[in-house]
């Protein structure tokens, strides 16, 4: 199989969420459907239907994260310097607004948009790969097309 790019960060804050999830949560959810075992009657017992779809979503997750883990290729970004790849800190202003954001280009398992982690498979990383702080680029996106300039690169 592939490897899964992830920074350190990333992959510290997946393992602690791995651990998090067998020593915390699947122990808790355990305890519940045994309590709720029980109050008789499973069939219309609705604490422990939830507590089973709990533990279904707990050990799925635990799945997922054992198996990025596992294929993980962690990357210490802060050997790198130069244009933007993979674990750099892009600073853009829109052209056509001035809004000004920042993003870190990371892997699929530890993106997420809303703390400014960027998919590296997404239009807009694609489009920062290998330009460098003071280059514009063009994005398509579903709602047209968007100008940015790149303010800085830094790997932090």
């Not at 122990?27 to 459907?33: L, S, T």
């Not at 920042?102 to 807009?124: F, H, M, R, W």
């Not at 990383?125 to 290998?130: D, N």
Request: charge should be negative; glycine fraction near 8%; hydrophobic fraction near 35%.
């Amino acid at each position: 199989m592939d490897k899964i790019p992830l920074t350190k960060a990333g992959h510290a804050r997946l393992d602690a969420e791995l651990k998090k999830l067998k020593s915390q949560d699947r122990p808790a959810v355990i305890r519940a459907i045994a309590e709720a075992r029980e109050h008789g009657d499973l069939s219309e017992n609705a604490e422990y239907h939830a507590a089973r779809e709990q533990q279904s979503h707990i050990e799925g997750r635990i799945k997922e994260l054992e198996g990025i883990i596992g294929l993980a290729d962690v990357i210490d970004i802060t050997k790198m310097s130069g244009s933007v790849k993979f674990g750099a800190t892009v600073g853009l202003v829109d052209e056509d607004t001035d809004e000004e954001k920042t993003y870190q280009i990371v892997g699929e398992a530890e993106a997420d948009i809303e703390k400014g982690l960027l998919n590296i498979k997404s239009p807009l990383a694609r489009a920062l790969i290998g330009k460098e702080e003071g280059d514009s680029v063009e994005v398509k996106t579903p709602g047209g097309t968007k100008d940015y300039e790149i303010l800085s690169v830094k790997y932090i």
